[in-house]
């Protein structure tokens, strides 16, 4: 997968939407961003039935998972955005292992999304955070056995989606 191409068609988003809607005098958008991020892990976690609702006899749904870890991985490019430059990650020097399950991995990542937002205002060590997020959500989509092509194509998909929603006044 190619983050870099990816992180710059985030970017050409972003700067749509910001131009379409302008911040407000005293909005914190990177909080916005991050709690939509939030919001995505656990939309991704509904179309995994099979990981966590052991009350439930629904199969996961694959195709609408990759949507929505694509809707994710949107919002998570564009928290990067915001507390980085794209070329300045070093994803290679992390030895983050996986989770040993599905469901670990998800409770983990949201444990991150916590400490990502607390130390984006606390100690302000956000490139740090920022790495080991979007690290463990890199994991996450090989964990459901995603591919990088696939992710890539589906991104690229939403992608489009989100920009026709723009220019449509969304």
Known sequence: MDLAK???LQRQLDEHIEQ?????????RLAKKILAFQVELGELANELPEVFKFWSNKKNNREKALE?????LHFLLSVGLEIT???MLDLKSWNLTKADNITEQFLCLMADVTDLYIGLYNDGDSKFYYEFLLLRFIHLGEMLGFTWDEIEVA????HAENIAR???GY
Do not use: S
């Open 85 to 87: 430059e794209p070329d």
């Open 20 to 28: 379409e809607h302008p911040r407000q005098d005293g909005e914190d």
């Open 166 to 168: 723009q220019e449509r």
């Open 155 to 158: 991104y690229m998909q939403k």
């Open 6 to 8: 990816l992180f710059q």
């Open 68 to 72: 929505e870890f694509c809707d994710g």
